[in-house]
């Protein structure tokens, strides 16, 4: 669990600003170097965000039993190294860790080991011919990737599916998982997701959006999915013991925040916030408020395990 060394300077770091809302222009980021195995339409992304990100996706082999060869597994390095536990992003249905070009460069700024992890079947890893994609596929080349290259307890983040995901995570391998927090067609659903979105800027996140889609594995990998029967996690929730933050976006056109509420009731040791004028995606849409919130937490929980483990004492003045 990572811990910030004051309260002021966590809520410091992140200024009001609406990186979402401005304007971009490829010519700003040209010389920009993408790793090879980026589709070439990379190139053709304006948002600086996204570019400056895209340019620290690397592969690293995961080994699983469903592949006789090494999954070359895309993700997102910290440059930070600490000795407390990292923080883990995940994405969320059919997406990247480009999801988290906003959030991402907050939580560094913050000093956090940041990590951002493609999902298998989706973002840019190289699945060749793999067979499988289900819901257990996914378990464990997630939890190969961490016991070879993260190896301690991390604080899980996912948005919307990824917080699926990170459920049946904590709950089949609880023993990787400090604390975690929840967020919960394509150009359509994207100004339904997110509140206020001008048109260049949505058609721009599409295109982000829809990078992967271009590898000639997806459509398989998707369909493996789908036939599967995806997350349900329903019957899991109760069973999450780790502490846990629920993020909503007060403008949720997709998901009711009366769900919200329902998860809130259902877990054992949860809290939520809501962000005001916000969509689907907050880590997205508003990430210094979604920074902010993760800060918080992490920093509230470190001090009350500092709490547990102190020893009792009368203070006499």
Same mark, same amino acid.
Not at 63 to 79: A, G, H
Not at 91 to 97: A, E, R, T
Not at 256 to 282: F, M, T, W, Y
């Given at each position: ?33 993408? &790793? ?11 948002? /600086? ?13 995961? @080994? ?5 060869? $090494? ?13 407390? @536990? ?5 994405? $969320? ?11 991402? /460069?907050? +939580?560094?700024?913050?000093? +956090? ?39 301690? &307890?991390?604080? +899980?983040?996912?948005? $919307? +599916? ?5 459920? %049946?995570?904590?709950?089949? #391998? /609880? ?36 990078? #992967?889609?271009?590898? &000639? ?14 997350? @349900?996690?329903?019957?899991?929730? %109760? ?24 998860? #809130?009731?259902?877990?054992? @040791? ?5 962000? &005001?004028?916000?969509?689907?995606? /907050? ?17 509230? #929980? ?16």
């Amino acid at each position: 669990m990572l811990t910030l060394t004051s309260a002021s300077s966590a809520l410091t770091l992140f200024p009001e600003c609406k990186t979402q809302r401005r304007r971009f222009s490829i010519s700003a980021a040209a010389d920009d170097k993408f &790793p090879s195995f980026l589709p070439k339409q990379m190139e053709e992304i304006k948002d /600086p965000f996204a570019r400056k990100l895209a340019t620290r996706i690397e592969r690293l082999p995961v @080994n699983v039993s469903f592949s006789e060869k $090494s999954i070359m597994s895309s993700c997102v390095k910290p440059l930070i190294q600490s000795n407390q @536990n990292p923080v883990v992003l995940l994405h $969320s249905f059919d997406s990247s860790c480009l999801e988290w070009r906003y959030t991402f /460069p907050l +939580l560094e700024e913050a000093g +956090l080991e940041t990590w951002a992890i493609d999902i298998l079947g989706w973002g840019f890893s190289n699945l060749e011919r793999i067979k499988s994609c289900d819901v257990a596929s996914k378990r464990e080349h997630f939890y190969q990737l961490w016991k070879s290259y993260i190896k301690r &307890p991390m604080t +899980l983040v996912g948005p $919307s +599916l990824g917080a699926a995901v990170a459920v %049946d995570f904590a709950v089949n #391998h /609880p023993e990787a998982v400090s604390i975690l927090k929840s967020f919960p067609l394509r150009l359509y659903t994207t100004f339904l997701a997110f509140k206020g979105v001008s048109f260049d800027t949505g058609l721009d996140w599409v295109n982000i959006g829809k990078l #992967h889609c271009l590898y &000639p594995w997806w459509e398989d990998a998707t369909v493996s999915f789908m036939i599967s029967g995806g997350y @349900n996690v329903s019957r899991q929730i %109760d069973q999450v013991m780790q502490k846990t933050l629920i993020i909503w976006g007060e403008d949720d056109q997709i998901i009711s925040n009366k769900l919200a509420v329902r998860l #809130h009731c259902e877990l054992p @040791n949860s809290n939520i916030r809501q962000i &005001p004028d916000c969509g689907h995606l /907050p880590h997205v849409e508003k990430p210094d408020s979604a920074a902010r919130l993760i800060l918080e937490f992490m920093q509230n #929980h470190s001090c009350q395990k500092k709490a547990q483990l102190a020893p009792t004492e009368e203070v006499v003045y």
